[in-house]
Nanobody
């Protein structure tokens, strides 16, 4: 079982930056592929970025070149560095962990979820 707690959300102006963190409990954190998923008001959850246990990363086209996902297995923590933020990045951002190996792009493949953290980008 893995429990996930996000932090770092907030209000930022367009063009600004934020770093989200996801603290995980459980001794096997390092073996889980992790991801960030977001949900804007009135929209379905959307894949943002993923990282394997070995550090291989993948991104949605909408954030490629602006967002960076990383993890520190010693601290049981996952991060999402968000630069050049746009108003359309406004959403609740969720941390997720999968029980399947490899880079996972499908939201349905993630079994564990945090409670989410709000990111609001103003014009």
């Amino acid at each position: 079982q893995v429990q996930l707690v996000e932090s770092g959300g907030g209000l930022v102006q367009a063009g600004g930056s934020l770093r989200l963190s996801c603290a995980a409990s459980g001794r096997t954190f390092s073996s889980y592929p992790m991801a960030w998923v977001r949900q804007a008001p009135g929209k379905e959850r959307e894949f943002v970025a993923a990282i394997t246990s070995g550090g291989v990363t993948g991104y949605a086209d909408s954030v490629k070149g602006r967002f960076t996902i990383s993890r520190d297995n010693a601290k049981n923590t996952e991060y999402l560095q968000m630069n050049s933020l746009k108003p359309e990045d406004t959403a609740v951002y969720y941390c997720a962990a999968s029980r399947l190996y490899g880079l996972r792009y499908r939201i349905s493949e993630y079994a564990y979820w945090g409670q989410g953290t709000q990111v609001t980008v103003s014009t």
